[in-house]
Protein backbone atom coordinates (compact mmCIF):
# COMPACT_ATOMS: atom_id res chain seq x y z
CA UNK A 1 0.00 0.00 0.00
CA UNK A 2 1.08 3.51 -0.58
CA UNK A 3 2.22 5.92 2.40
CA UNK A 4 3.28 9.63 2.28
CA UNK A 5 5.64 10.73 5.37
CA UNK A 6 6.08 15.00 6.00
CA UNK A 7 8.13 14.10 9.28
CA UNK A 8 8.15 17.58 10.46
CA UNK A 9 4.62 18.47 11.48
CA UNK A 10 5.45 22.26 12.11
CA UNK A 11 7.86 24.65 10.60
CA UNK A 12 8.24 28.29 11.30
CA UNK A 13 10.55 30.49 9.23
CA UNK A 14 10.81 34.37 9.03
CA UNK A 15 9.45 36.39 6.30
CA UNK A 16 12.21 36.40 3.03
CA UNK A 17 13.90 33.70 4.34
CA UNK A 18 13.92 29.87 2.36
CA UNK A 19 11.82 27.04 2.81
CA UNK A 20 11.98 23.55 2.73
CA UNK A 21 9.34 21.05 3.22
CA UNK A 22 10.02 17.50 3.61
CA UNK A 23 8.03 15.08 1.58
CA UNK A 24 8.83 10.97 1.46
CA UNK A 25 6.57 8.12 -0.28
CA UNK A 26 6.80 4.77 -0.24
CA UNK A 27 5.09 2.92 -3.10
CA UNK A 28 6.18 0.32 -5.44
CA UNK A 29 7.03 2.36 -8.60
CA UNK A 30 6.92 5.83 -8.85
CA UNK A 31 3.48 7.32 -8.51
CA UNK A 32 2.55 10.92 -9.77
CA UNK A 33 3.17 13.18 -7.17
CA UNK A 34 1.36 16.46 -5.73
CA UNK A 35 1.89 18.93 -3.26
CA UNK A 36 -1.88 21.05 -2.18
CA UNK A 37 -2.01 23.87 0.02
CA UNK A 38 -4.42 24.47 2.66
CA UNK A 39 -5.22 28.00 4.34
CA UNK A 40 -7.49 27.60 7.62
CA UNK A 41 -10.94 26.65 7.01
CA UNK A 42 -10.60 26.56 3.23
CA UNK A 43 -10.52 24.14 0.50
CA UNK A 44 -7.41 22.56 -1.12
CA UNK A 45 -5.13 24.46 -3.78
CA UNK A 46 -2.97 22.52 -6.21
CA UNK A 47 0.89 24.08 -5.83
CA UNK A 48 2.31 21.58 -8.25
CA UNK A 49 2.53 18.24 -9.57
CA UNK A 50 4.96 16.09 -10.71
CA UNK A 51 3.68 13.10 -13.42
CA UNK A 52 7.34 12.33 -15.91
CA UNK A 53 9.57 13.78 -17.07
CA UNK A 54 11.91 16.95 -15.82
CA UNK A 55 12.56 16.36 -11.91
CA UNK A 56 12.19 19.69 -11.30
CA UNK A 57 8.70 20.94 -11.28
CA UNK A 58 7.54 24.75 -10.55
CA UNK A 59 4.29 25.70 -9.44
CA UNK A 60 2.31 28.41 -8.60
CA UNK A 61 3.55 31.14 -6.13
CA UNK A 62 6.93 30.70 -6.46
CA UNK A 63 7.34 27.23 -4.93
CA UNK A 64 8.91 24.34 -7.02
CA UNK A 65 9.45 21.09 -6.02
CA UNK A 66 12.24 18.27 -6.51
CA UNK A 67 11.40 14.48 -7.67
CA UNK A 68 14.50 12.17 -5.98
CA UNK A 69 13.16 8.49 -6.99
CA UNK A 70 16.75 7.48 -5.40
CA UNK A 71 15.34 8.68 -2.15
CA UNK A 72 11.68 8.41 -2.61
CA UNK A 73 11.20 12.22 -2.16
CA UNK A 74 9.41 15.19 -3.03
CA UNK A 75 10.27 17.97 -1.34
CA UNK A 76 8.75 21.71 -1.78
CA UNK A 77 10.81 24.49 -1.94
CA UNK A 78 10.81 28.16 -1.79
CA UNK A 79 13.51 30.60 -1.98
CA UNK A 80 11.82 33.07 -0.02
CA UNK A 81 8.72 32.72 2.23
CA UNK A 82 6.13 35.80 2.20
CA UNK A 83 3.84 36.06 5.47
CA UNK A 84 0.41 34.99 3.30
CA UNK A 85 2.39 31.18 2.90
CA UNK A 86 1.54 30.73 6.14
CA UNK A 87 -1.03 27.16 5.68
CA UNK A 88 -0.98 23.87 6.30
CA UNK A 89 1.07 22.11 3.43
CA UNK A 90 0.44 18.91 2.02
CA UNK A 91 2.14 16.20 -0.41
CA UNK A 92 -0.11 13.65 -1.88
CA UNK A 93 0.96 10.43 -4.06
CA UNK A 94 -1.27 8.29 -6.63
CA UNK A 95 -0.75 5.40 -8.52
CA UNK A 96 -0.15 6.06 -12.00
CA UNK A 97 -3.57 5.43 -13.40
CA UNK A 98 -6.58 7.05 -14.61
CA UNK A 99 -9.08 7.19 -11.71
CA UNK A 100 -6.75 6.30 -8.64
CA UNK A 101 -7.01 7.51 -5.14
CA UNK A 102 -4.99 10.27 -3.51
CA UNK A 103 -3.26 9.61 -0.34
CA UNK A 104 -2.07 12.05 1.48
CA UNK A 105 0.56 12.94 4.39
CA UNK A 106 -0.24 14.46 7.70
CA UNK A 107 0.51 17.96 6.46
CA UNK A 108 3.08 20.38 7.35
CA UNK A 109 1.93 23.24 9.07
CA UNK A 110 3.91 26.58 8.15
CA UNK A 111 4.21 29.57 10.58
CA UNK A 112 5.91 32.80 8.75
CA UNK A 113 7.58 35.30 11.52
CA UNK A 114 7.18 38.98 10.38
CA UNK B 1 -11.22 27.62 -15.51
CA UNK B 2 -13.53 25.27 -14.51
CA UNK B 3 -14.59 24.20 -11.22
CA UNK B 4 -15.71 21.51 -9.04
CA UNK B 5 -18.92 23.16 -7.33
CA UNK B 6 -20.39 21.80 -3.80
CA UNK B 7 -22.92 22.63 -1.23
CA UNK B 8 -24.07 23.35 1.19
CA UNK B 9 -20.68 24.96 2.27
CA UNK B 10 -21.67 24.17 5.95
CA UNK B 11 -24.71 21.64 7.15
CA UNK B 12 -25.25 21.07 10.89
CA UNK B 13 -27.42 18.18 11.27
CA UNK B 14 -28.65 16.16 14.42
CA UNK B 15 -27.42 13.14 15.62
CA UNK B 16 -28.86 10.44 13.75
CA UNK B 17 -30.04 12.55 10.93
CA UNK B 18 -29.31 11.47 7.34
CA UNK B 19 -27.41 14.07 5.33
CA UNK B 20 -26.74 14.40 1.48
CA UNK B 21 -23.88 16.42 0.91
CA UNK B 22 -24.08 17.27 -3.27
CA UNK B 23 -21.30 17.62 -5.55
CA UNK B 24 -20.71 18.97 -9.28
CA UNK B 25 -17.90 18.07 -11.03
CA UNK B 26 -16.21 19.03 -14.08
CA UNK B 27 -18.45 18.30 -16.89
CA UNK B 28 -16.25 16.25 -19.16
CA UNK B 29 -14.55 13.94 -15.96
CA UNK B 30 -14.96 10.70 -16.01
CA UNK B 31 -14.21 9.96 -12.26
CA UNK B 32 -15.57 10.98 -9.45
CA UNK B 33 -14.36 11.41 -5.29
CA UNK B 34 -15.17 11.85 -2.01
CA UNK B 35 -12.50 12.92 0.30
CA UNK B 36 -13.05 13.42 4.31
CA UNK B 37 -10.47 15.51 6.32
CA UNK B 38 -11.28 15.33 10.21
CA UNK B 39 -10.54 18.74 11.81
CA UNK B 40 -6.93 19.12 12.72
CA UNK B 41 -6.14 15.71 10.40
CA UNK B 42 -5.03 14.66 6.69
CA UNK B 43 -7.15 13.98 3.96
CA UNK B 44 -8.68 11.33 3.65
CA UNK B 45 -10.00 8.70 0.78
CA UNK B 46 -13.64 7.78 0.76
CA UNK B 47 -14.62 6.54 -2.35
CA UNK B 48 -14.23 6.53 -6.27
CA UNK B 49 -16.78 6.54 -8.50
CA UNK B 50 -16.88 5.14 -12.23
CA UNK B 51 -19.38 4.89 -15.13
CA UNK B 52 -22.15 4.57 -12.30
CA UNK B 53 -20.13 2.41 -10.09
CA UNK B 54 -18.50 2.80 -7.32
CA UNK B 55 -14.84 1.79 -8.42
CA UNK B 56 -12.95 1.57 -5.11
CA UNK B 57 -13.78 2.77 -1.81
CA UNK B 58 -11.69 2.89 2.24
CA UNK B 59 -12.06 0.80 4.69
CA UNK B 60 -14.16 3.92 6.03
CA UNK B 61 -16.58 3.57 3.70
CA UNK B 62 -18.84 1.28 5.61
CA UNK B 63 -22.83 1.17 5.42
CA UNK B 64 -23.56 4.11 6.88
CA UNK B 65 -22.15 5.95 3.50
CA UNK B 66 -23.57 5.51 0.19
CA UNK B 67 -22.91 7.65 -3.24
CA UNK B 68 -25.10 8.29 -6.35
CA UNK B 69 -24.51 10.11 -9.83
CA UNK B 70 -28.60 10.75 -9.84
CA UNK B 71 -28.40 12.77 -13.66
CA UNK B 72 -25.72 13.88 -15.65
CA UNK B 73 -24.07 16.42 -13.63
CA UNK B 74 -24.59 15.60 -10.10
CA UNK B 75 -22.71 13.87 -7.74
CA UNK B 76 -24.08 12.89 -4.00
CA UNK B 77 -22.41 11.18 -0.66
CA UNK B 78 -25.09 10.00 1.72
CA UNK B 79 -24.03 9.31 4.86
CA UNK B 80 -27.72 7.30 6.84
CA UNK B 81 -27.81 7.97 10.95
CA UNK B 82 -24.85 10.75 11.75
CA UNK B 83 -22.99 10.02 14.38
CA UNK B 84 -20.43 12.85 15.79
CA UNK B 85 -17.49 10.93 14.38
CA UNK B 86 -19.04 12.21 11.21
CA UNK B 87 -18.18 15.82 11.44
CA UNK B 88 -15.48 16.58 9.03
CA UNK B 89 -14.65 18.91 5.87
CA UNK B 90 -16.06 16.84 2.83
CA UNK B 91 -13.87 17.08 -0.20
CA UNK B 92 -15.84 16.22 -3.78
CA UNK B 93 -13.13 16.04 -6.45
CA UNK B 94 -12.97 14.70 -10.36
CA UNK B 95 -10.65 14.02 -12.76
CA UNK B 96 -10.37 13.31 -15.94
CA UNK B 97 -9.09 10.68 -18.59
CA UNK B 98 -5.54 12.21 -18.18
CA UNK B 99 -5.18 12.10 -14.93
CA UNK B 100 -5.30 15.59 -13.25
CA UNK B 101 -7.68 16.24 -9.89
CA UNK B 102 -10.03 19.64 -9.06
CA UNK B 103 -11.35 19.75 -5.88
CA UNK B 104 -13.94 21.02 -4.62
CA UNK B 105 -14.28 23.69 -2.21
CA UNK B 106 -15.43 21.01 0.53
CA UNK B 107 -18.64 21.07 3.22
CA UNK B 108 -17.76 21.41 6.11
CA UNK B 109 -20.32 19.04 8.02
CA UNK B 110 -21.02 19.52 12.29
CA UNK B 111 -22.99 16.46 13.43
CA UNK B 112 -24.51 17.98 17.24
Known amino acids: AQSVTQPDIHITVSEGASLELRCNYS??????LFWYVQSPGQGLQLLLKYFSGDTLVQGIKGFEAEFKRSQSSFNLRKPSVHWSDAAEYFCAVAQQTSGSRLTFGEGTQLTVNP | EPEVTQTPSHQVTQMGQEVILRCVPI?????FYWYRQILGQKVEFLVSFYNNEISEKSEIFDDQFSVERPDGSNFTLKIRSTKLEDSAMYFC??????????FGSGTRLTVV
Open chain 2, 93 to 102: ASSGEIYGYT
Open chain 2, 27 to 31: SNHLY
Open chain 1, 27 to 32: YGATPY
